[in-house]
């Protein structure tokens, strides 16, 4: 069964940019892959455009046209008997 999700034009906006600057964050990886040097398996990436950044704002990778937090995961707990 297909389902649709009801967006606001808002989310659809933000999801749009999300996509955009993933891909030129990508772009740019590939362009100088020690890039993933700081980024361990698992973590999240958010990466803006480096004309978006916040001042006072410290971000983790800086690639050429873009800047990203990197969100570490959270390591799996295992069961406690």
Known sequence: MKRTLKLSEEQRAQAIRNLQNGFAFT???LEDLTLLEGIPDGAEVRAIPKSERE???QYDVESRRMVATVILPVPERSPVD
């Open 55 to 57: 001042p006072g704002q």
């Open 27 to 29: 772009e740019d990886v």
